[in-house]
């Protein structure tokens, strides 16, 4: 029996990418044939990047990943998978505290288009990676070589000189997947 093409979307908000996410697409690409990460743009919401930014730095970390792009996206993640006839939705899981949520949103997403969500499993020693994280311990200056990619750190260390550290607006991870969906 032939193999069916597969293409899958990865949406989020990636405000900054982590080596998390990163870890999640390598995985990711060996699944599907196409792996397309949406970067969602939220109207409501003051990110640390614009979209623009962050799909920017994505592009120049999956260079030489065959078959994974990126792309910004606005409005509910099911009707931009059907605009990119995508089969699937992937999603990665850190821990039991994201199952809930993700859980809850695959049903929903499942409920009203059909689509399907499969989850990736991080690498144990990014169980604990958030963007949110990411955004707080840069802020106080500590070190995340081993979290993020080293270009997306000069990237933070600049914006976040720029806007001052007290600009640095903290928001949850899940009031950005909302927002997003
Ligand atoms: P969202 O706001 O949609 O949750 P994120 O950029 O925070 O956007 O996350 C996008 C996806 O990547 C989500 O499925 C999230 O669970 C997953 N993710 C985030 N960080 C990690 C990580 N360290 N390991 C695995 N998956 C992660």
Redesign the pocket.
């Known amino acids: 029996m032939a193999k069916k093409f597969v293409r899958a979307i ?6 900054p ?5 990163l ?2 697409i390598s995985r990711g690409m060996k699944l599907f044939d196409e792996l397309v990460i949406a970067v ?1 743009r939220s109207p409501v919401k003051n990110q640390l990047f614009t979209p623009e930014e962050r799909v920017e730095m994505i592009a120049e970390l999956i260079r030489g990943m065959p078959g994974v792009s990126v792309e910004p996206f606005e409005g509910l993640t099911v009707e931009y998978a059907a605009r990119k006839k995508a089969d699937v939705i ?5 821990s039991l505290t ?1 199952v809930q949520y ?1 859980f809850q949103l695959a049903m929903t997403n499942r409920a009203v288009t059909g689509i399907e969500t499969i ?5 144990e020693q ?7 994280l990411i955004r707080e311990v840069a802020s106080l200056g500590g070190d995340l070589s081993n979290l993020i990619p080293k270009t997306v750190h000069e990237r933070l260390k600049q914006r976040l000189k720029k806007n001052g550290h007290g600009a640095l607006r903290s928001r949850s ?5 909302i ?3």
């Open positions: 990865f949406p989020g908000s990636f405000d990418i982590t080596n998390g996410h870890d999640v969602g992937l999603r990665g899981l850190r994201d993700e989850f990736i499993m991080t690498s990014y169980g604990f990676t958030s963007s949110t991870e899940s009031e950005d997947t927002l997003n969906t």
